[in-house]
């Protein structure tokens, strides 16, 4: 048999080399084709500022590649004539001299081989193309544009002028506006924003400019405007005093302000004036792009005022009153709606609207964050009962949601606080848990609640359970206390192992271990030596209380013997009753 090795397998390749060499003639023999005709040509008389030149300038778009190097044949003739004039060029533009065409209507267009543009046609009085305007700020007001235009030095009445702007951020020009002659206002312009302007003009007869250099510009600086939003920063404390002021600026005050007078009264009637600077913030002062915060305590303060201030001018001084100190308590229930987008608060409204109310302030504040960091506030109208937040929530991560009124004037009012989570995990171990006291019958645990910054979540519960029979749940308010649970019905002197762990809406977490064993019987000894100390006590205290009592009687106290009362002499052996015994 013969071996056909490899012969077996060439078969296959070759025909799919045939393929592929097929398919590269097809895409080869179609590139070959007639090729594009150019784009209409373009013709001018270009001008400068004292003069136009006299020859026509012509441009057109290959639509090719310009890296490819082609001939181009630039064709015109005059309108009434059939005499025409041709010149070969390797470029997409090209010039028709002066001598080359007289004034009148003139037929324009390029070749590229058999490829043939369409016809431009033009009177040659009508193609004068004047330079780019010279753009200039008014100096009465920035928001106004003026330029120069040179038709007057050529002799020519001036024509309209289009006008395009955008912002420096944006490469996109926004807008086109046309019919202008020598300057325009620009309305409305947004603060603290650079605009590019460009503009083109033509004479009253002829072509539009070329656009003219950019020119930028922007708002005048003016007074801040409005108030600013001032409230304080207290971490997840809300009824604390060792807060921080802050407050928020608006879009029209974040670039013009210079910097911020802050004044703080305080209750023992002093007060205290700050002047800091917004362009070098140092220590006292941290600013973003839209909030700031006064690293200065609000201890002992009963109010505080802020304003912005600029060289034209100051806003409004914002006010804001210390609430009362007190133990924080929850008036009011909220609930939360979070993710790790968006946070939603919800409350009902009060029972009993009071006229006094003017509005809600809603905050959050993520725990362990320093002043300024992890927070923001709003302010809602009283007749709505919903605040809304967008911003990114940590996973695992503590946020506390404060809820507070204020009045008509201006006291503050905590109403309640709530912990919540963008999403929630395990918790960690109890890191302290023992015996708290031991007897035969019964045990008293002890343990410390899972850290805030541990808990990874709302801790719903505490489970407890005794040799993994019993499971007991025990609750987990309040979460800051220590907390103790009894554990009744044991057996005396039984070893026993008990367990804890916290428990979150994703489940339990770790187990913490501790062992005791019971007393084997209740200790009587030191009782009974108690009571017999007390029965001795008591009788010595009753036999002084005899005593006193009957010494103050005159014959003998039947209650006593008789080694309690005093010797009385005997009068038998006087010596006097026995001598008058013998004279009788």
């Given at each position: 048999t013969r071996d056909l090795g490899p012969n077996v397998m060439a078969t296959p390749r070759t025909r799919w080399l045939l393929s592929i060499l097929l398919v590269n003639l097809s895409n080869c023999f179609t590139l070959a084709g007639p090729p594009a005709p150019p784009s209409l040509p373009e013709c001018y008389i270009p001008c400068d500022e004292e003069n136009c030149?006299?020859?026509?300038?012509?441009?057109?778009?290959p639509?090719?590649?310009?890296?490819?190097?082609?001939?181009?044949s630039l064709h015109w003739e005059a309108a009434n004539t059939e005499e025409g004039h041709v010149i070969n060029v390797t470029s997409s533009n090209g010039s028709i001299r002066r001598e080359d065409f007289s004034n009148g209507e003139l037929r324009v267009w390029v070749q590229h081989g058999s490829a043939k543009s369409q016809e431009a046609v033009f009177n040659t009085a009508e193609i004068i193309k004047p330079p780019p305007p010279k753009v200039i700020s008014s100096n009465q007001e920035p928001s106004v544009i003026e330029w120069n235009s040179t038709?007057?030095?050529?002799?020519?009445?001036?024509?309209?002028?289009?006008?395009?702007?955008?912002?420096?951020?944006?490469?996109?020009?926004?807008?086109?506006?046309?019919?202008?002659?020598?300057?325009?206002?620009?309305?409305?312009?947004?603060?603290?924003?650079?605009?590019?302007?460009?503009?083109?003009?033509?004479?009253?007869?002829?072509?539009?400019?070329?656009?003219?250099?950019?020119?930028?510009?922007?708002?005048?600086?003016?007074?801040?405007?409005?108030?600013?939003?001032?409230?304080?920063d207290c971490g997840i404390s809300p009824a604390s005093f060792d807060c921080v002021l802050t407050w928020k600026l608006s879009v029209s005050q974040t670039c013009l302000i210079l910097g911020y007078d802050v004044r703080l009264s305080y209750n023992n009637g002093t007060a205290v004036s700050s002047n800091v600077s917004a362009a070098e913030p140092r220590g006292q002062l941290v600013c973003?792009?839209?909030?700031?915060?006064?690293?200065?305590?609000?201890?002992?303060?009963?109010?505080?005022?802020?304003?912005?201030?600029?060289?034209d001018g100051s806003t409004v001084p914002s006010h804001l009153a210390m609430p009362i100190s007190g133990k924080e308590k929850n008036e009011q229930a909220i609930l939360l709606k979070m993710n790790e987008e968006n946070l939603t608060v919800f409350w009902d409204l009060p029972s009993q609207l009071t006229d006094n109310l003017k509005k809600y302030v809603v905050q959050y504040?993520?725990?362990?964050?320093?002043?300024?960091?992890?927070?923001?506030?709003?302010?809602?109208?009283?007749?709505?009962?919903?605040?809304?937040?967008?911003?990114?929530?940590?996973?695992?991560?503590?946020?506390?949601?404060?809820?507070?009124?204020?009045?008509?004037?201006?006291?503050?009012?905590?109403?309640?606080?709530?912990?919540?989570?963008?999403?929630?995990?395990?918790?960690?171990?109890?890191?302290?848990?023992?015996?708290?006291?031991?007897?035969?019958?019964?045990?008293?645990?002890?343990?410390?609640?899972?850290?805030?910054?541990k808990q990874n979540g709302v801790i719903l519960y505490y489970q407890i359970g005794v040799d993994r029979q019993n499971v007991y749940n025990v609750s987990a308010s309040p979460q800051h206390e220590n907390k103790t649970f009894e554990l009744l019905h044991l057996s005396p002197g039984q070893d026993y192992e008990v367990w804890i762990r916290a428990v979150t809406v994703a489940g339990p977490g770790g187990n913490t271990t501790t062992r005791f064993k019971t007393k084997h019987h209740e200790d009587f000894a030191l009782l009974i030596l108690v009571l017999l100390g007390l029965i001795i006590l008591g009788v010595i205290c009753l036999s002084f209380v005899l005593l006193s009592a009957c010494r103050g009687e005159s014959k003998a106290c039947p209650l006593l013997p008789l080694c309690f009362y005093e010797k009385v002499p005997d009068p038998r052996n006087s010596h006097i009753f026995r001598q008058m015994k013998h004279q009788v």
């Open positions: 030149t006299v020859d026509i300038h012509c441009t057109w778009d639509k090719q590649d310009p890296q490819i190097p082609t001939n181009y038709c007057e030095r050529l002799q020519l009445s001036l024509g309209p002028c289009d006008v395009r702007h955008r912002t420096e951020a944006d490469q996109v020009w926004l807008k086109e506006e046309n019919g202008f002659h020598s300057s325009y206002i620009f309305y409305s312009p947004q603060p603290c924003t650079v605009y590019e302007l460009q503009v083109r003009c033509a004479c009253a007869t002829g072509l539009m400019s070329d656009w003219s250099a950019i020119h930028k510009m922007q708002n005048k600086e003016n007074a801040p405007v409005g108030e600013l939003d001032v409230w304080r973003n792009e839209m909030q700031c915060h006064f690293n200065s305590s609000l201890k002992d303060v009963s109010s505080v005022s802020v304003s912005a201030y600029n060289a504040k993520q725990a362990g964050c320093p002043p300024g960091q992890g927070f923001d506030w709003i302010k809602v109208e009283k007749k709505h009962t919903t605040g809304f937040f967008k911003g990114q929530f940590k996973k695992y991560t503590p946020y506390q949601v404060s809820l507070f009124t204020v009045s008509n004037s201006s006291k503050i009012h905590h109403l309640s606080s709530v912990i919540g989570y963008s999403c929630q995990g395990t918790p960690s171990r109890v890191s302290s848990f023992k015996v708290f006291s031991i007897a035969a019958t019964r045990v008293t645990l002890l343990w410390e609640p899972v850290p805030l910054s």
